[in-house]
């Protein structure tokens, strides 16, 4: 056996292997001898037909086995000999297999680049302080207060937090927005809906709610509202000056509910400190989820910036699949039409490959830290994995763990996924940590 190999790229490397055709032969006689051990045929016991007839009978089924033979050979002799770290088989050409030929196989593979990782010790980190203010719990306690708010009817201008019956339609350079989007008829026109008044959060027309203070039942009124210029819900409309005639048709008060009795055992508190101090309590691991969130992301970014190293160009198409396919899933929920990502499927793929090759990079990184670290995988990190995964699919625990245990693709996938999570939580732990006072 002969075996070549070349240098295709810093991570792809060609190997072309040749077998004589003694050795092809061989693995032809091994095929033929093992069919013939379990094939039974008339006349004779199992195991004792000739070689020539088992031959003849099964010839499709010695072809296909003689040729997987004869490459698997071929493969695994080769990286025995060169000792390469495989990551990815990219390609394999077969060439011509017959008995009384050699064969060369050629076997083109991604493998692992060589590179020093960088000093991963003390890496700098910032977090928020994680007490919570008098203000913030005085906020959350009055979004629960929110939250059982009643809406009365009020006969007077409207304010802010009211609620405003009414109804609108649109038009840009007098066309109506009902003509511009026609299959998004809620942006161009309403005969009733409702609007916060000046509230934090949008309805469907941004700013509308902004320009409702201040007017009554039965006042109507011309609205100028700039769309953003990046509106994805409807792409026709995005940077455009539109023109509402709104008519205000109802106004209804927030009311809230008074700090007492029935308020705070709705909240399964007994009173005001109770409820302050478990608000207060609640904030203060929000934060420290935060924080540890944060740790991850800058120490990962941190390492990125360090490191500089080619990356497996297999790798990197699998991974902006990945980063397309769950950015335009993303974006379909929030409404972005199909032919957006046609228009702009040039950008999109660049701005996908470019990351993916950011996040493959930081997954070798990962992976060779936690070997050089020893890290390594319990069962209560998967068992832990598997419960984080069915929170978040909706899938019983049970049917999960089925599910790994038969697919071993699954199962690598997995155990990679756990694998990277403590070494970047490895990372954090050897971290420097510096509290960072939040701007106001």
Avoid: C
């Amino acid at each position: 056996m002969n075996v070549q190999l070349n240098s295709v790229s810093a991570t792809r490397k060609s190997l072309v292997v040749t077998l004589d055709a003694s050795e092809v032969a061989a693995e032809h006689q091994a095929v033929v001898s093992e069919i013939g051990k379990l094939a039974r045929l008339p006349g004779f016991r199992p195991g004792k037909a000739p070689a020539a007839m088992i031959a003849k009978r099964f010839a499709k089924e010695i072809a296909d086995d003689f040729k997987q033979k004869v490459v698997g050979k071929a493969y695994r002799s080769a990286l025995e000999k060169e000792k390469l770290d495989v990551l990815n088989v990219v390609n394999v050409e077969e060439g011509t297999i017959a008995v009384g030929t050699a064969a060369t196989i050629t076997v083109t593979l991604d493998v692992r680049p060589e590179f020093q990782v960088p000093d991963y010790s003390n890496l700098a980190t910032e977090i928020a302080p994680t007490e919570a203010t008098d203000a913030e719990v005085d906020g959350v306690i009055q979004g629960l207060r929110n939250e059982r708010a009643d809406f009365k009817p009020a006969d007077r201008p409207a304010q802010k937090s009211d609620y405003v019956k009414l109804a609108y339609e649109g038009k840009i350079d007098g066309q109506p927005i009902t003509d511009l989007a026609p299959d998004k008829q809620l942006y161009g026109k309403a005969p009733q809906t409702w609007e916060e008044v000046e509230g934090a959060n949008d309805g469907v027309i941004p700013g509308l709610g902004k320009h409702l203070a201040g007017l009554k039942a039965g006042e109507k009124k011309d609205i100028v509202i700039t769309f953003p210029a990046e509106f994805a819900a409807v792409p026709a409309l995005a940077g455009r000056i539109a023109n509402y005639a709104v008519e205000i048709q109802e106004i209804r008060e927030r009311v809230l509910p008074a700090l007492d009795a029935e308020f705070f055992k709705a909240q399964q508190v007994d009173d005001l400190a109770s409820l302050q101090s478990q608000v207060r309590t609640n904030l203060r691991m929000q934060k420290e989820n935060q924080n540890r969130a944060a740790q991850r992301r800058q120490v990962i970014e941190q390492l990125g910036v360090k490191a500089d190293f080619p990356v497996p160009d297999s790798l990197v198409e699998a991974e902006t699949q990945g980063v397309l396919r769950q950015f335009i899933e993303e974006n379909m929920r929030r409404g972005v039409p199909q032919e957006q990502f046609e228009k702009d499927k040039k950008e999109l793929f660049e701005g996908a490959r470019k990351s993916a090759v950011n996040r493959v990079k930081i997954q070798l990184l990962l992976a060779k830290i936690a070997e050089q670290e020893k890290l390594e995988i319990t069962n209560d990190d998967l068992n832990d994995y598997i419960y984080r995964e069915s929170m978040r699919s909706g899938q019983k625990p049970d049917k999960l763990a089925k599910a790994l245990g038969a697919d071993r693709d699954q199962l690598r996938s997995a155990q990679q996924n756990i694998i990277f999570d403590k070494a970047v939580d490895f990372l954090v732990s050897k971290a420097t940590v510096n509290i960072v006072q939040p701007k106001a």
